[in-house]
């Protein structure tokens, strides 16, 4: 195990200029859900560069697999990469890093030509940001023959490994999506307002009841939303009005109650302005992260050993506030994502200190080593079958009381 890994490592240090570059062009080349064609192309050139083949997925030109396969059967490792920006921000959440991280760890195997058992495989998962590429994927049935799925995230200016988490906990905000559109009657707004029927009207009226429930809910439940359409001229009646919600909560099942809540404060707010709703939503939104602390204390073993500064798990604290695709993934095998540091100081998700934070030299420092652990990891549970099973075990515990 010990000379497997170091020539690992010694593979993943001769591909950092590969990885580092990799990791600029995505930055410098932000594709939002679903159009990042440039990503997979200089992705799928640096996996070419080694002789493994992308397969891209039927209908899904921007979600690809590859695959190293070991000389015996054994367990099936993925690594996730992702490689989507956020809308006129850029790479603010660090998915360039993620798609470094996943393809190095990846190609770090070719170092042991095939002495291992099992497969390691490789993801390529569009669209985190919005829609959840991985739900999509799930329902094509690409992960049906996967054991064990690993990832990463840089995480402001701390490397944390969740290896104390309760049975029970959840490590993200469970999410889902929902657009509310109210269709109504146009009119004059002054000489005839009686004839009109007011759309944005309903969605005032949403966004009051919404607050209402407020203090009625859970400390964890986030709810937050945009008016994506309200009318077309303040002397015109608006005719179509439409909102934008996430509601996040740390349990699915909560979030299932809560969705009809807000459904019936919609319909509310239509029949009091006369007006006709329209819900768009999804049967499956972004389900909150199932821990695995087997996995954790194991990547966090691995990076102990690396140039990289590793901070304690805060105390009653379980992972992020955020919500993620890797979520869904997490409920139907054993997941982990390594969350590494990519600033000295605290920076803000989603904001243009994170979009710097995510191409500095801190964050590919940190990028590799966490590179070299999530390898060293997928290597451990790969030829170490009762830590396998450990991991195992502890995944069907913890869905018991999901």
Same mark, same amino acid.
């Given at each position: 195990?010990?000379?497997?890994?170091?020539?690992?490592?010694?593979?993943?240090? /001769?591909?950092?200029?590969?990885?580092?570059?990799?990791?600029?062009? @995505?930055?410098?080349?932000? /594709?939002?859900?679903?159009?990042?064609?440039?990503?997979?192309?200089?992705?799928?050139?640096?996996?070419?560069?080694?002789?493994?083949?992308?397969?891209?997925?039927?209908?899904?030109?921007?979600?690809?697999?590859?695959?190293?396969?070991?000389?015996?059967?054994?367990?099936? $490792?993925?690594?996730?990469?992702?490689?989507?920006?956020?809308? +006129?921000?850029?790479?603010?959440?660090?998915?360039?890093?993620?798609?470094?991280?996943? *393809?190095?760890?990846?190609?770090?195997?070719?170092?042991?030509?095939?002495?291992?058992?099992?497969?390691?495989?490789?993801?390529?998962?569009?669209?985190? /940001?919005?829609?959840?590429?991985?739900?999509?994927?799930?329902?094509?049935?690409?992960?049906?023959?996967?054991?064990?799925?690993?990832?990463?995230?840089? &995480?402001?200016?701390?490397?944390?490994?969740?290896?104390?988490?309760?049975?029970? /906990?959840g490590m993200s905000l469970a999410e889902f999506p929902i657009i509310y559109e109210f269709y109504g009657k146009a009119s004059h707004a002054a000489a005839s307002p009686e004839k009109?029927?007011?759309?944005?009207?309903? *969605?005032?009226?949403?966004? &009051?009841?919404?607050?209402?429930?407020?203090?009625?809910?859970?400390? +964890?439940?986030?709810?937050?939303?945009?008016?994506?359409?309200?009318?077309?001229?303040?002397?015109?009646?608006?005719?179509?009005?439409?909102?934008?919600?996430?509601?996040?909560?740390?349990?699915?099942?909560?979030?299932?109650?809560?969705?009809?809540? $807000?459904?019936? @404060?919609?319909?509310?707010?239509?029949?009091?302005?006369?007006?006709?709703?329209?819900? $768009?939503? %999804? +049967? @499956?939104?972004?389900?909150?992260?199932?821990?695995?602390?087997?996995?954790?204390?194991?990547?966090?073993?691995?990076?102990?050993?690396?140039?990289?500064?590793?901070?304690?798990?805060?105390?009653?604290?379980?992972?992020?506030?955020?919500? %993620?695709?890797?979520?869904?993934?997490?409920? *139907?095998?054993?997941?982990?994502?390594?969350?590494?540091?990519?600033?000295?100081?605290?920076?803000?998700?989603?904001?243009?200190?994170?979009?710097?934070?995510?191409?500095?030299?801190?964050?590919?420092?940190?990028?590799?080593? *966490? %590179?070299?652990?999530?390898?060293?990891?997928?290597?451990?549970?790969?030829?170490?079958?009762?830590?396998?099973?450990?991991?195992? %075990?502890?995944?069907?515990?913890?869905?018991?009381?999901?």
């Amino acid at each position: 195990m010990k000379n497997k890994k170091n020539n690992i490592y010694t593979k993943i240090e /001769e591909l950092k200029e590969d990885l580092l570059k990799l990791s600029h062009d @995505i930055h410098s080349n932000p /594709e939002i859900k679903w159009e990042e064609f440039l990503a997979v192309e200089n992705i799928s050139k640096l996996l070419n560069k080694y002789d493994i083949k992308t397969n891209i997925i039927k209908d899904l030109p921007t979600a690809f697999t590859a695959t190293i396969k070991g000389n015996s059967d054994g367990p099936v $490792i993925a690594f996730l990469a992702e490689y989507d920006a956020l809308p +006129d921000i850029g790479h603010a959440c660090g998915h360039n890093l993620i798609a470094i991280t996943n *393809v190095g760890a990846f190609l770090g195997f070719l170092a042991l030509n095939g002495d291992f058992p099992g497969e390691v495989r490789l993801i390529g998962t569009p669209a985190e /940001e919005a829609d959840g590429g991985k739900i999509t994927l799930l329902e094509k049935k690409i992960f049906e023959d996967i054991d064990i799925s690993l990832s990463s995230h840089g &995480s402001s200016h701390e490397t944390i490994f969740w290896d104390s988490v309760p049975m029970g /906990e959840g490590m993200s905000l469970a999410e889902f999506p929902i657009i509310y559109e109210f269709y109504g009657k146009a009119s004059h707004a002054a000489a005839s307002p009686e004839k009109g029927l007011n759309a944005l009207n309903a *969605v005032l009226h949403l966004f &009051s009841g919404i607050d209402s429930i407020r203090q009625h809910v859970t400390d +964890d439940v986030r709810i937050h939303g945009i008016i994506t359409e309200g009318g077309k001229a303040p002397n015109i009646v608006p005719d179509f009005c439409a909102a934008d919600f996430l509601i996040r909560s740390k349990s699915t099942s909560y979030l299932e109650d809560l969705r009809n809540k $807000i459904n019936n @404060i919609a319909q509310g707010a239509a029949l009091m302005t006369g007006t006709e709703l329209k819900i $768009i939503t %999804t +049967d @499956i939104g972004y389900k909150d992260v199932i821990p695995n602390t087997t996995i954790a204390g194991i990547g966090k073993n691995m990076i102990d050993e690396m140039d990289i500064i590793l901070d304690p798990q805060p105390p009653n604290k379980y992972g992020s506030g955020g919500g %993620t695709d890797f979520g869904n993934i997490s409920h *139907v095998m054993p997941s982990y994502a390594f969350n590494f540091a990519v600033s000295q100081t605290p920076v803000t998700g989603h904001s243009p200190d994170m979009e710097k934070a995510s191409i500095s030299d801190l964050a590919h420092k940190n990028s590799i080593c *966490v %590179t070299k652990a999530m390898a060293s990891t997928a290597l451990l549970l790969i030829e170490d079958e009762s830590i396998y099973n450990k991991v195992q %075990t502890e995944f069907k515990n913890r869905m018991k009381l999901v």
